[in-house]
Protein backbone atom coordinates (compact mmCIF):
# COMPACT_ATOMS: atom_id res chain seq x y z
CA UNK A 1 0.00 0.00 0.00
CA UNK A 2 2.86 2.33 0.77
CA UNK A 3 4.53 1.70 -2.52
CA UNK A 4 1.48 2.22 -4.12
CA UNK A 5 0.67 5.62 -3.41
CA UNK A 6 4.46 6.60 -2.90
CA UNK A 7 4.75 5.76 -7.24
CA UNK A 8 1.38 7.57 -7.20
CA UNK A 9 2.87 10.69 -6.25
CA UNK A 10 5.14 10.22 -7.88
CA UNK A 11 3.84 10.17 -11.32
CA UNK A 12 1.67 13.24 -10.06
CA UNK A 13 4.70 15.29 -8.97
CA UNK A 14 6.19 13.85 -12.47
CA UNK A 15 3.44 15.40 -14.33
CA UNK A 16 3.37 18.78 -12.45
CA UNK A 17 7.13 19.13 -13.33
CA UNK A 18 6.43 18.32 -17.09
CA UNK A 19 3.84 21.36 -16.97
CA UNK A 20 5.86 23.68 -15.10
CA UNK A 21 8.96 23.14 -17.47
CA UNK A 22 5.96 23.24 -20.51
CA UNK A 23 5.28 27.15 -19.14
CA UNK A 24 8.81 28.18 -18.84
CA UNK A 25 9.39 27.13 -22.54
CA UNK A 26 6.38 29.01 -23.92
CA UNK A 27 7.09 32.02 -21.71
CA UNK A 28 10.52 31.81 -22.89
CA UNK A 29 9.70 31.35 -26.48
CA UNK A 30 7.10 34.43 -26.10
CA UNK A 31 9.58 36.60 -24.52
CA UNK A 32 12.21 35.64 -27.57
CA UNK A 33 9.82 36.41 -29.99
CA UNK A 34 8.84 40.00 -28.31
CA UNK A 35 12.62 40.64 -27.85
CA UNK A 36 13.23 39.91 -31.51
CA UNK A 37 10.45 42.30 -33.41
CA UNK A 38 11.64 44.71 -30.57
CA UNK A 39 15.33 44.60 -32.01
CA UNK A 40 14.48 44.13 -35.30
CA UNK A 41 12.32 47.33 -35.74
CA UNK A 42 15.37 49.12 -34.25
CA UNK A 43 17.62 47.80 -36.18
CA UNK A 44 15.42 48.90 -39.27
CA UNK A 45 15.35 52.31 -38.28
CA UNK A 46 19.53 52.11 -37.57
CA UNK A 47 20.06 51.42 -41.62
CA UNK A 48 21.42 54.28 -43.64
CA UNK A 49 19.82 55.14 -46.92
CA UNK A 50 21.02 53.02 -49.52
CA UNK A 51 20.98 50.65 -46.77
CA UNK A 52 17.11 50.14 -46.19
CA UNK A 53 16.81 49.87 -49.99
CA UNK A 54 18.67 46.84 -50.17
CA UNK A 55 17.39 45.33 -46.73
CA UNK A 56 13.81 45.46 -49.11
CA UNK A 57 15.10 44.29 -51.82
CA UNK A 58 16.15 41.05 -50.34
CA UNK A 59 13.05 41.32 -48.33
CA UNK A 60 11.60 41.27 -51.21
CA UNK A 61 13.28 38.32 -53.07
CA UNK A 62 13.00 36.23 -49.81
CA UNK A 63 9.07 36.32 -50.56
CA UNK A 64 8.86 35.20 -53.99
CA UNK A 65 9.67 38.66 -56.04
CA UNK A 66 12.01 38.33 -58.37
CA UNK A 67 14.30 40.43 -61.13
CA UNK A 68 14.42 42.43 -57.92
CA UNK A 69 17.00 45.24 -59.00
CA UNK A 70 17.66 48.22 -56.80
CA UNK A 71 18.50 51.67 -59.32
CA UNK A 72 20.87 53.62 -59.62
CA UNK A 73 20.72 56.58 -56.71
CA UNK A 74 20.67 59.46 -58.78
CA UNK A 75 18.25 60.08 -61.55
CA UNK A 76 16.40 57.03 -60.97
CA UNK A 77 13.01 58.72 -61.17
CA UNK A 78 11.69 58.21 -57.94
CA UNK A 79 11.85 54.41 -57.74
CA UNK A 80 14.41 52.66 -56.04
CA UNK A 81 13.72 49.11 -56.28
CA UNK A 82 12.26 47.54 -59.37
CA UNK A 83 11.15 43.99 -59.40
CA UNK A 84 8.70 41.32 -60.88
CA UNK A 85 6.10 38.55 -58.83
CA UNK A 86 3.67 36.83 -60.89
CA UNK A 87 3.52 38.04 -63.77
CA UNK A 88 3.07 41.61 -62.05
CA UNK A 89 5.81 44.22 -62.55
CA UNK A 90 6.49 46.83 -59.34
CA UNK A 91 8.03 50.22 -59.11
CA UNK A 92 8.83 51.05 -55.30
CA UNK A 93 9.78 53.99 -53.38
CA UNK A 94 12.14 53.04 -50.25
CA UNK A 95 11.55 55.78 -47.50
CA UNK A 96 13.67 55.22 -44.09
CA UNK A 97 12.33 58.15 -42.03
CA UNK A 98 12.30 59.09 -38.70
CA UNK A 99 8.72 60.61 -39.15
CA UNK A 100 5.68 59.84 -41.24
CA UNK A 101 5.94 59.71 -45.17
CA UNK A 102 4.14 62.13 -47.41
CA UNK A 103 2.37 62.77 -49.77
CA UNK A 104 5.83 63.23 -51.92
CA UNK A 105 6.74 59.24 -51.96
CA UNK A 106 3.45 58.66 -53.53
CA UNK A 107 4.01 61.22 -55.96
CA UNK A 108 7.33 60.12 -56.51
CA UNK A 109 5.96 56.56 -57.04
CA UNK A 110 3.26 57.76 -59.23
CA UNK A 111 5.46 58.64 -61.96
CA UNK A 112 8.06 56.47 -61.36
CA UNK A 113 6.08 53.45 -62.27
CA UNK A 114 4.74 55.45 -65.58
CA UNK A 115 8.76 56.36 -66.26
CA UNK A 116 9.73 52.14 -65.61
CA UNK A 117 6.33 51.42 -67.63
CA UNK A 118 5.45 49.15 -64.63
CA UNK A 119 2.28 47.89 -63.57
CA UNK A 120 2.54 48.69 -59.98
CA UNK A 121 3.84 51.53 -57.92
CA UNK A 122 4.35 50.95 -54.13
CA UNK A 123 6.01 53.09 -51.32
CA UNK A 124 7.95 50.93 -48.92
CA UNK A 125 8.85 52.75 -45.36
CA UNK A 126 10.18 51.85 -41.67
CA UNK A 127 7.44 54.86 -41.06
CA UNK A 128 3.86 55.02 -41.70
CA UNK A 129 1.89 57.64 -43.81
CA UNK A 130 0.29 61.17 -43.21
CA UNK A 131 -3.42 60.78 -43.90
CA UNK A 132 -3.01 63.04 -47.57
CA UNK A 133 -0.34 60.37 -48.62
CA UNK A 134 -3.15 57.88 -47.85
CA UNK A 135 -5.55 59.45 -49.79
CA UNK A 136 -3.26 60.25 -52.83
CA UNK A 137 -2.40 56.79 -53.02
CA UNK A 138 -5.83 55.66 -53.46
CA UNK A 139 -6.44 58.01 -56.03
CA UNK A 140 -3.22 57.73 -57.63
CA UNK A 141 -3.44 53.47 -57.01
CA UNK A 142 0.16 53.20 -55.59
CA UNK A 143 0.23 50.55 -52.87
CA UNK A 144 1.64 51.80 -49.24
CA UNK A 145 4.29 49.36 -47.20
CA UNK A 146 4.56 50.44 -44.06
CA UNK A 147 6.32 49.37 -40.94
CA UNK A 148 3.55 47.42 -39.72
CA UNK A 149 3.64 45.73 -43.47
CA UNK A 150 7.43 45.32 -43.58
CA UNK A 151 7.48 43.82 -39.86
CA UNK A 152 4.98 41.51 -41.06
CA UNK A 153 7.26 40.04 -43.41
CA UNK A 154 10.22 39.82 -41.67
CA UNK A 155 8.19 37.56 -39.38
CA UNK A 156 7.50 34.84 -41.92
Same mark, same amino acid.
Not at 7 to 19: P, Q, T
Not at 78 to 83: N, S
Not at 133 to 149: N, P, Q
Given at each position: ???? *? $?????????????????????? /????????? #?? $? @???? *? +????????? =? =???? *? *???? !????????? !????? !????????????????? @???? +????????????? !?? +? =? =????????????????? /?????????????? #??????????
Amino acid at each position: MFSE *L $TIEWAIVLGVCICVVMIMVVVA /AVMLCQQFR #RH $T @KGRQ *L +DELEGLEFE =Y =YCAD *L *LEYH !GFVDVEVTK !GSGDY !GIDILAEKDGVTYAIQC @KRYH +DPVGVKAVQEAYA !GR +D =Y =YDRMVGCVMTNQYFTQP /AVEAAKKLKILLWD #RGYIESMMEE
